[in-house]
């Protein structure tokens, strides 16, 4: 620890410095008059390699938790302490003002502007920034029961989002939500990601797969305006080299598709087995009363396997003459055929 002050009827505190064990703090503080610490400006506060940020800290009376103000910096999630202590006792203001929030690899939300606050529970509320610099979203902070933390992600653009985020290239507009829940100490996060009316096109893969099924009027869709997608609902887990896909669904009005599987992120291959719809305003509905509301009475079942950019696409044209009333029965038959 380094301390330079000026003692007397004007105390001033020139500049600090303290150091050790993985924290760096410096900076100089602003006294009143009769010597108590009115502002505590922080020209760096770094912890190890996941945090590095500029900012103000201001007490707020007696017995009162200090404003703390964090100007510009940078923060890595991916190197927070996988466990932390519970807290104790209730916490103050938090404003937030970060150059780059970094999520994960090529993941990351910049221009961060958030107002916080934390108590025995932990952080709740606001944020917006950019996603990769490329995508404006917002959404909302809060603690979980027991420990945890619960977050709301929304975007004008989900399909923006989804191509920034290297999930997908060939989607296009749709409203977004995104809901993300892990506890403390887990890095398991369980999410739903819905989207509203987003288009698909130019996707080799679902060309594929509709040549595959020779749906021809929908091959023209997705080469020109794209192919309505109408409702998306995804529920998944995301872990850190993998995502499970327990339950996706697109549902619009010429198309249904439903899908399972697990992408393996660190080495890039994706595994998904699934029902493809075609005509799913028609089919759905007559489907509706004999088999699952996500793939109507009738549809083909198909597998993807491999890179995400060109997975090996498989699909079962059989499947078509097995209602959906049967399917669920039949699946493991039908999936075997794919194969």
Do not use: C
Request: aromatic residues 4%; glycine residues 14%.
């Amino acid at each position: 620890m380094a301390l330079e002050i000026t003692l007397g009827e004007a105390p001033r505190l020139e500049a600090f410095r303290l150091a050790g064990a993985g924290l760096l703090a410096e900076g100089r503080g602003d006294l009143t008059p009769q010597g108590q610490l009115e502002q505590l400006r922080l020209s760096r506060f770094a912890i190890e390699d996941w945090l590095d940020v500029t900012g103000n800290l201001r007490p707020q009376g007696v017995g009162q938790p200090p404003e703390i103000e964090i100007i510009s910096g940078r923060m890595d999630l991916r190197g927070l302490p996988q466990s932390a202590p519970p807290i104790q006792a209730a916490r103050g203001p938090l404003l937030v003002m970060l150059d780059e929030l970094r999520i994960g690899d090529g993941l990351a939300l910049r221009d961060l502007r958030a107002e916080l606050s934390q108590g025995g529970g932990g952080l709740a509320g606001a944020y917006r920034g950019q996603l990769n610099g490329a995508v404006a979203v917002e959404g909302a902070l809060a603690p979980l029961q027991g420990g945890g933390v619960d977050i709301r992600m929304r975007a004008q653009d989900g399909g923006a989002v989804l191509r920034s985020a290297a999930v997908t290239r060939n989607l296009y507009g749709g409203a977004m939500d995104l809901h993300l829940q892990s506890p403390r100490g887990s890095r398991l996060y369980e999410g739903r990601l819905q989207i509203t009316n987003p288009r698909m096109r130019d996707a080799p893969v679902m060309a594929e797969l509709l040549n595959a099924v020779s749906v021809i009027g929908l091959l023209e869709q997705l080469s020109g305006d794209g192919i309505n997608l109408g409702e998306v609902d995804v529920r998944f887990n995301m872990e850190p080299s993998k995502v499970t896909v327990h339950q996706g669904t697109a549902i619009g009005p010429s198309l249904g598709i439903s899908m399972d599987g697990v992408y393996q992120m660190d080495a890039r291959l994706l595994d998904f087995r699934g029902v493809l719809t075609p005509l799913y305003a028609l089919n759905g509905i007559v489907g509706g009363i004999f088999a699952r509301r996500d793939e109507g009475l009738f549809g083909f079942n198909f597998r993807l396997n491999g890179p995400p950019d060109d997975p090996d696409v498989r699909v079962n044209p059989l499947s078509i003459l097995v209602p959906g009333i049967l399917r669920d029965l039949m699946r493991p038959q039908l999936e075997a055929d794919t194969e």
